[in-house]
T-cell receptor, first 106, second 122 residues
Framework: DIQMTQSPSSLSASVGDRVTITCRAS??????LAWFQQKPGKAPKSLIY???NLQSGVPGKFSGSGSGTDFTLTISSLQPEDFATYYC?????????FGPGTKVDI | EVQLVQSGAEVKQPGESLKISCKGS????????IGWVRQMPGKGLEWMGI????????RYSPSFQGQVTISADKSISTAYLQWSSLKASDTAMYYC???????????????WGQGTMITVSS
């Protein structure tokens, strides 16, 4: 199985901050990488697919980059509604695997 | 509107069987892969497996192979996750989710169900 790691595991930030989360795959996955946002008690929300493509309706303050083994999710200007846990997931090979998550709080 | 609506919360005893459901609407149910994700209390997301309702082609994570069965009834646009004998360690929230593009088995999840909480306790 491909192992996914994320860093940091948690971070504290303020409204207006630029935040970057890193995701690393244990082997190359091309651009088969997705990002999800999950708020407490809610289902995950899909943000990005193909490492850098925004899902429909996702605001442009979210951006993704990377290819191969190293990827980043950036939130350009953190807003109160962005405080959540963020997960990456590879879908290059079965079983698809999620990273452990990064919790973004104040 | 594309929607996935899951069945309600369940409280079961160890050893009991269970089948939970995920009904798709607003899209062609048979042409998109749909999968299941486990989230144990306070933990992260775990990919369990996916099914292509058009022909019931299924892929399982080795961690869940033999522990659960994923199925679909395309006549009623519903996917299922079932257990034959529940354990306390199956206590978790279970989400269904649909792939982004038609027919693509290697794809990101796009739309998620609201989740079904399963509690297994004696």
């Amino acid at each position: 199985d491909i192992q996914m790691t994320q860093s940091p595991s948690s971070l504290s930030a303020s409204v207006g901050d630029r935040v970057t989360i890193t995701c690393r795959a244990s082997q190359g996955i091309s651009n088969y990488l997705a990002w999800f946002q999950q708020k407490p008690g809610k289902a995950p929300k899909s943000l990005i697919y193909g490492a850098s493509n925004l899902q429909s309706g996702v605001p442009g303050k979210f951006s993704g980059s990377g290819s191969g083994t190293d990827f980043t999710l950036t939130i350009s200007s953190l807003q109160p509604e962005d405080f959540a846990t963020y997960y990456c997931q590879q879908y290059n090979s079965y079983p698809f695997t999620f990273g452990p998550g990064t919790k973004v709080d104040i | 509107e594309v929607q996935l609506v899951q069945s309600g919360a369940e409280v079961k005893q160890p050893g009991e069987s269970l089948k939970i459901s995920c009904k798709g609407s607003g899209y062609s149910f048979t042409t998109y892969w749909i999968g299941w994700v486990r989230q144990m209390p306070g933990k992260g997301l775990e990919w369990m497996g996916i099914i292509y309702p058009g022909d019931s082609d299924t892929r399982y994570s080795p961690s869940f192979q033999g522990q659960v069965t994923i199925s679909a009834d395309k006549s009623i646009s519903t996917a299922y996750l079932q257990w034959s004998s529940l354990k306390a360690s199956d206590t978790a929230m279970y989400y269904c989710a649909r792939h982004h593009e038609q027919g693509k088995g290697y794809d990101a999840f796009y739309m998620w169900g609201q989740g079904t909480m399963i509690t297994v306790s004696s």
